[in-house]
Antibody, heavy 120, light 106 residues
């Protein structure tokens, strides 16, 4: 059974940093792209970033480029999102999601999400 | 950035009826389009990928069609559990975007 468990969310001040983690199990982690997708309270879905199964290719939404960094550790089956220079508008539930294959941006399994609140 | 526009914003139907949801792209995305269902307090669920392929475990009453800029999600006969918010997503050139969602209500 595929399981994705996010951790690391919480309250952070504007300008601060936070690292989200996602523990993956139930599939061959290195064979699949992984993504982060966020959802602000009461709003729709917003793509954040995707990393290929091999880890060699990374993609970001324009508003996150230069501030967020996606990475993976296939030896530990872990996905990460390092978030710097956080703004109030980054407040959202952040979902970790598994791609359909090694380079897919379509996500067939999702975690339950980690809430990030950016506020002073 | 490719903008996806979903219509209608809200669709009010009854169980047993047919639902037709639309997603229009600001430029061609070929068939690189997916549909997701999201219920309150839950993560999204992949329904359709590559415009017309049902994801694993998705009932046959869900179908997707279209290519280029115009796409449709059809639910042939609504079940009570189908009332939710539906999002389309495109992944052209790795500038992924979602539509704003269609709320399907009873």
């Amino acid at each position: 059974e595929v399981q994705l468990l996010e951790s690391g969310g919480g309250l952070v001040q504007p300008g601060g940093s936070l690292r989200l983690s996602c523990a993956a199990s139930g599939f061959t982690f290195s064979s699949y792209a992984m993504s982060w997708v966020r959802q602000a309270p009461g709003k729709g879905l917003e793509w954040v970033s995707t990393i290929s199964g091999s880890g060699t290719d990374t993609y970001y939404a324009d508003s996150m480029k230069g501030r967020f960094t996606i990475s993976r550790d296939s030896s530990m089956n872990m996905l990460y999102l390092q978030m710097n220079s956080l703004r109030a508008e980054d407040t959202a539930v952040y979902y970790c999601a598994k791609g359909r294959h090694g380079t897919s941006g379509f996500c067939d399994y999702w975690g339950q999400g980690a809430l990030v609140t950016v506020s002073s | 950035e490719i903008v996806l526009t979903q219509s209608p914003a809200t669709l009010s139907l009854s169980p047993g009826e047919r639902a037709t949801l639309s997603c229009r792209a600001s430029q061609s995305v070929s068939t690189y389009l997916a549909w997701y269902q999201q219920k309150p307090g839950q993560a999204p669920r992949l329904l359709i990928y590559d415009a017309s392929y049902r994801a694993t475990g998705i009932p046959a009453r869900f179908s997707g069609s279209g290519s280029g800029t115009d796409f449709t999600l059809t639910i042939s006969s609504l079940e009570p559990e189908d009332f939710a918010v539906y999002y389309c997503q495109q992944r052209s050139n790795w500038a992924i975007t979602f539509g704003q969602g269609t709320r399907l209500e009873i």
